[in-house]
């Protein structure tokens, strides 16, 4: 008997922070051509597990834009927020297994401790409180023990990547001290829940891709394939994002803008998509994907991160 083939899955996974920009047009458009030329399912999940930093209505904002721009997602949309309990289990696996521990360690005491330890203050978690008593005034955060090993991944995208967790991030954290799951553990969770094959996104999320592999294998998930795009940028070299002054998309021009990312993504649309409708630049960006030009990717060759720190 033959084996069923394994169907794409791919993913677009926003957070309702604001609404959506070029940048993230750009890491949608590409994950989303990527699966649909695979024959695949594409799915769309709302991370909204970080209260304080989103904008009310974003969602829906985000969800009408991906419509308009043509981009149709498989299933209904899943949302972080009502999944804390497969969370909090995958937690409790963990600390079962013993990855996983309380620290009660403030960002400030660990840029102090690494101050004195190295000379530079990183958030690099050193694992401080994996072996002593906590503090009994603070509430913990948990965090994951990792290895001091290199950790390469074979990006579809940039090639070979690899990082040594516990030099280049430390222990890093699955709960935060306020009481809320970080992205690092909800992620792994719904990838491994949805069957994602394979995740398409910027490269501003590499960084975090080794931690996510070593968790998946922790708690015995598959590990998906990776293609992380080029980050598109502003005039100083920054990552475009609301901080550095991205603008909303705008409906009005929605086949324009797409030519626009298809050329950024390594195809040349004919000039005569500029006019046509959303879907048929959809469209035309499925048939062509195969043969899209990577561009020059800036990644930065080898990790130089300095820990989760929204994580913590």
Known sequence: MSTPQVTYRGRFAPSPTGPL???????????????????????????????PREVPGA???????????????DGEVTYQSRRTDRYA?????????????????????IRAYNRARIGSASTVYPGLCRDRPLRSDRRPAFRLRVPDSRLEVQDLEVGV????????????????????????????VDDAAQGITEVVRGQDLLDSTPGQIFLQRTLGFPNPAYMHLPVVTNSEGQKLSKQTG??????????HTLCEALAFLGLTPPNEMRHAAAKDVVAWGITHWASRRSPATAHPGQAKMQGFSQDQ
């Not at 969602?59 to 997602?73: C, H, K, M, R, V």
């Not at 289990?89 to 005491?109: D, F, K, V």
């Not at 990547?161 to 690092?184: E, H, P, S, T, V």
């Open 21 to 51: 920009h070029f940048g993230s047009l750009v890491a949608a458009l590409g994950s989303y051509l990527r699966a649909r030329s695979s024959g695949g399912h594409w799915y769309v999940r709302i991370e909204d597990i970080d209260p």
């Open 59 to 73: 969602a829906s904002d985000i969800l009408n834009t991906l419509a308009a721009f043509g981009l149709e997602w």
């Open 89 to 109: 289990a995958a937690l409790e696996t963990l600390i079962a297994q013993g990855a996983a521990y309380p620290c009660s360690c403030t960002r400030n005491e």
């Open 161 to 188: 990547y690899a990082m040594n967790l516990a030099q280049q991030c430390g222990d890093f954290a699955l709960k935060r001290r306020d009481g809320l799951f970080a992205y690092q553990l909800a992620v792994v």
């Open 246 to 255: 991205a603008q909303a998309l705008s409906l009005d021009s929605a086949a």
